[in-house]
């Protein structure tokens, strides 16, 4: 079973409009990231929270933002998609770093297309 | 510099090589560090953690050097199937996953 869900698995947005992807975890996981990934790059960390404690990256456009409701939802809004935009967005959570196995899982990613 | 450095290859062996892969970080208060294999249009997958002492899984060995800030994965007896994209990725202070630029490897018959 899927232990971390986004939806939609692809998502065709119009230039400007704003578009939300969303990410749910039955992982009961504290952390949960998302991450942007370009055709032959490595997924780029966007922001993270630990509980409900948002953690942006520096890099991270403004028009990226995020909103997590609740230890098991977390979402992506993009309030102007550019064509630059265009991308695998991928959710993963993981457990509080106190223990030794903090890798994280991912989801199948959201693969957005800007027209 | 980046934070976490990878060769980003492709790195092409025939069936049955032995290949190694590097990986160098920046951050010296990293705490944990893992290789995820990708495989193309696909989400990352966890291929095994790398603790201090070094550990083995199977045909796969991963090193960790805290001193040089440089971790390894070798891989041998390759396979078909290995071929994919092999990200480094280094756990930082405050939660913060970080991705290598990731090596490609090619297999061939």
Sequence with gaps: DAMVIQNPRYQVTQFGKPVTLSCSQTLNHNVMYWYQQKSSQAPKLLFHYYDKDFNNEADTPDNFQSRRPNTSFCFLDIRSPGLGDAAMYLCATSRDPGGLNTEAFFGQGTRLTVV | ?109
């Design chain 2, 1 to 109: 510099r980046k934070e976490v450095e990878q060769d980003p290859g492709p790195f092409n062996v025939p069936e049955g090589a032995t290949v190694a892969f590097n990986c160098t970080y920046s951050n010296s208060a990293s705490q944990s560090f893992f290789w995820y294999r990708q495989d193309c249009r696909k989400e990352p997958k966890l291929l095994m953690s790398v603790y201090s002492s070094g550990n083995e899984d199977g045909r796969f060995t991963a090193q960790l050097n805290r001193a040089s800030q440089y971790i390894s994965l070798l891989i041998r007896d390759s396979k078909l199937s290995d071929s994919a994209t092999y990200l480094c990725v280094v756990n930082q202070r405050f939660q913060k996953l970080v991705f290598g630029t990731g090596t490609r490897l090619l297999v061939s018959p």
